[in-house]
């Protein structure tokens, strides 16, 4: 957080007046702040072998030792610029990934089972409204059903 504004986060308790020292989420474009902030650390990684969603870092590799190296870079690029991760949430060098409602591996991308059964369990639409929340959250997945445009546009025409 930029030292001039920390005043701005100032809040009280009973035990007196505090100020925030780092951008709380709570905070209005907190979010959009520290995804600029991790797309311009990570910048020279994106794409190459590292996905950033906010605080998820998803690191891709060919082999072992590229992952090893790429793992190094990553953690010393963070360090660099005083970000620091909490190993209980990090997950290291896994053969497969939940990510983003999709499932990552050596395979490909899959969906996640349990994004489709919220996807199977959704109850019938009664309502234009419904049927359109229905026709959004499937077509989250529409690249791994045949067809789907085709599909939902019957659904769609009848709205």
Not at 10 to 28: C, D, I, K, N, Y
Not at 96 to 119: F, P, R
Not at 129 to 135: D, H, I, N
Request: hydrophobic residues 50%.
């Amino acid at each position: 957080m930029d030292p001039a504004d920390v005043h701005q986060t100032a809040f009280r308790t009973h035990q007196g007046l505090f100020e925030f020292l780092v951008m709380p989420f709570g905070l209005t474009n907190a979010l959009a702040t520290f995804q600029a902030l991790m797309n311009t650390v990570l910048h020279k990684f994106l794409r190459h072998f590292v996905v950033v969603f906010f605080d998820d870092i998803l690191i891709y590799s060919s082999s072992w030792a590229e992952h090893l190296q790429h793992i190094h870079m990553v953690l010393q690029t963070l360090a660099t610029h005083q970000l620091f991760l909490k190993r209980s949430k990090c997950s290291f060098a896994a053969p497969s990934v939940a990510y983003l409602g999709h499932v990552i591996s050596a395979q490909g991308i899959a969906v996640d089972n349990d994004k489709v059964q919220a996807v199977l369990s959704w109850p019938i639409p009664k309502t234009v409204r419904a049927v359109r929340g229905f026709l959004g959250l499937a077509g989250y997945y529409r690249r791994f059903i045949k067809d789907y445009g085709t599909i939902a546009a019957r659904h769609s025409n009848s709205l």
